[in-house]
């Protein structure tokens, strides 16, 4: 295949189709989101099938896939939920790198596993870089496509793509490593900030306890419904910085786990944190949902997290290493 910089006309926009990279970091002390993919582990993977490095610019598709025209040949990964993706018609397979003919329509229909699914195009997504990132922020209207998601007429526009594309063709991720969707998930987590703040029954009830993703989440955080975990005394403390995977409890009880576009500051205090290695599970949680927690230790959380990466590292060599490991 002829592979030029691709271009991209967007039939349907999706329920929330954006652009989508590893994150704007460096800014929150401005207030500035970090952003970025809610699950890095299938952006990686996505951007390594077709030749990419690790922080190109991919799609981020939620729930409900669009349609898109290519207007020039092109190689293709999708990766993350199953939205019943198909080429013309055709079903393709997931974690896998397809071709894509001049011409062609990829679509999307059910939703069978997951929630958020990653299109990354050879070349990557060419979008002006807006504080080191391309990663669509839309409350602030930063990033991406205007900051906003993906609507009929848009027109996408390609990075040029790697001369010894074609090779990549048919490359797929072991089966060995794909991650499971299952539910109710289970979310491995370390004591946060303000453990303090919570008595060893509270915790117990966060640990022991299954919660649901209510309706009212979105990629900031996810509110869940489930047993109060209840705070000791004064649960007053200093507003301090937030990060992904953090379970917050505000005054209901009710846990707030925080996601990608999470706040760069919270008064709420954190019980306990989301380990690294698990945040693409949670990343995939729809509302209705059920989600439990496990205790796990730093020393735990560390190895298992180096252990992802070197079995993604030895399966799927990155392009390059310029982007910190998250």
Known sequence: ??????????????????????????????????????????????????????????????????ELKFEQDAIVAITGADL???????????????????????????????????????????????????????????????????????ILSGGEPGRSVNHLIGKRLSDRLLPPYRRPATLRVIPGPQRNLFSDTSLATLTEATYSVSPQSDRMGYRLTGPKVAGEGSMRFISDGTTMGALQVPPDGQPILLMADRQTTGGYPKIAVVISADLPLAAQLSPGDTVTFAPCTIAQALTVLRKHHAQLDQALPPRDTSFPSQ
């Open 1 to 66: 295949m002829n592979h030029q910089p691709a271009h991209i006309i967007v039939v349907k926009g999706g329920w929330l189709t954006t652009v989508q990279d590893l994150g704007r970091y460096g800014y929150q002390h401005y207030g500035v989101p970090i952003s970025g993919a809610m699950d890095s582990f299938s952006t990686r993977v996505a951007n390594r099938l077709v030749g990419n490095s690790d922080c190109a610019a991919i799609l981020e598709l939620t729930l409900k896939g669009p």
């Open 84 to 154: 019943s993706p198909a080429i013309n018609g055709n079903s393709i397979p997931l974690w896998e790198s397809i071709a894509i003919q001049r011409g062609s329509l990829l679509s999307f229909g059910a939703q069978r596993a997951g929630s958020r699914a990653y299109l990354a195009i050879a070349g990557g997504i060419d979008v002006p870089l807006v504080l080191g990132s391309r990663s669509t922020h839309c409350a602030s209207q930063t990033g991406g496509l205007q900051g906003r998601p993906l609507k009929p007429g848009d």
